[in-house]
């Protein structure tokens, strides 16, 4: 199986990094599973601090393989297996959403849908000029459903109606000033700042660290991905979907742009 997520160190973090840039790091099966048991091991680690979530190549993540998808799709098992995709993602971003440890994001390219979601479920997140952010799901037939409660609990409610309705792409300026991300650096500056954040974050006690995000989590009306799993598995199953995912990989329009 190929490593299409690595792990290495540097005191005091573990920095996960997204390795399938031929992609654009999109998620597919192993790439979640891979993910999640970096993940697993990273917050089980007692020398890790802190997890940093980087990315190679050009994009950070361009979201779910939609190729995997409308293979999927096409499969006499594709609502069983739907259903399991969609669970296993959910649970991903609840894993990173619920780390004991802080988490950042490094964004250095564009975070697209579930890419986006990924950022949204870390602690914090640092971009560079060249990140874009957003929501593209309903131009594809699909409704972005697990990302949706991690956006309304960052953004509020109407700029969340403008990104998840109106689809368009954010510049890294824009996202920062909606409170997407923290900050903007080169990309020359974006791993040294996101281990000196994570130096800063480690000051704190490990203890107290987690006990912040429990009550952090605790207080926040819009928690959980899981719960919208299934309304996203629903999504995938329509016809729409299904003509707006064909659409896509052709590189036409969608039957219902006029």
């Not at 080169?186 to 791993?191: F, N, Q, R």
């Not at 800063?200 to 006990?211: E, I, M, S, T, Y």
Request: hydrophobic share 45%; proline share 6%; with cysteine.
């Amino acid at each position: 199986m190929s490593n299409l997520v690595l792990m290495h160190t540097e005191s005091p973090a573990t920095i996960i990094t997204l390795n399938r840039p031929d992609k654009r790091n999109a998620l597919n099966r192993t790439l979640v599973e891979q993910l999640r048991v970096a993940w697993e091991q990273a917050t089980a680690d007692p020398e890790t601090r802190v997890v940093i979530l980087a990315a190679t190549g050009p994009a950070f993540c361009a979201g779910m393989d939609l190729a995997e998808l409308a293979e999927t799709l096409d499969r006499p098992d594709d609502i069983e297996l739907i259903h399991t995709d969609t669970q296993r993602l959910a649970q991903l971003y609840e894993q990173i959403y619920t780390c004991p440890k802080p988490t950042i994001a490094a964004v250095q390219g564009p975070a697209l849908a579930g890419g986006a979601g990924l950022v949204a479920v870390c602690d914090l997140a640092i971009a560079t000029p060249q990140a874009k952010f957003g929501y593209p799901e309903v131009r594809r037939g699909l409704v972005a459903a697990m990302v949706l409660p991690h956006l309304l609990r960052l953004v509020g409610e109407r700029i969340a109606r403008e990104l998840l309705i109106g689809g368009e792409l954010l510049e890294a300026e824009r996202a920062c000033q909606i409170g997407l991300v923290n900050a903007i650096v080169s990309e020359s500056d974006l791993m040294p700042t996101a281990l000196q954040w994570a130096r800063r974050c480690a000051l704190g006690g490990p203890q107290a660290l987690a006990k912040t995000k429990e009550l952090l989590r605790r207080f926040s009306p819009f928690a959980s991905a899981c719960l919208a799993a299934a309304e996203s598995a629903a999504a995938r199953l329509q016809v729409e979907c299904r003509e707006g995912l064909r659409a896509f990989l052709e590189k036409r329009p969608a039957p219902w742009v006029k």
